[in-house]
């Protein structure tokens, strides 16, 4: 389960990632774009985080 949930965690996080580099480069929305990725490594970091301390049943 916790493979599981790694990968979807990772496409999400790819997703994310490229959608900020998205605001960034074709919107000229720098502010945006930045938190977006900044944003999207926090919820990464944190939510795998907690499933590997935590654990899932």
Known sequence: M???VTILSIIIFIKTIAYGFYEIKKR???AGGITVIVIA???FT????VVF???IN
């Open 46 to 49: 944190f939510s795998n985080l």
């Open 28 to 30: 000229s929305n720098k």
């Open 2 to 4: 916790k493979v599981l």
């Open 41 to 43: 490594i926090a919820t």
């Open 53 to 55: 301390i935590k654990g």
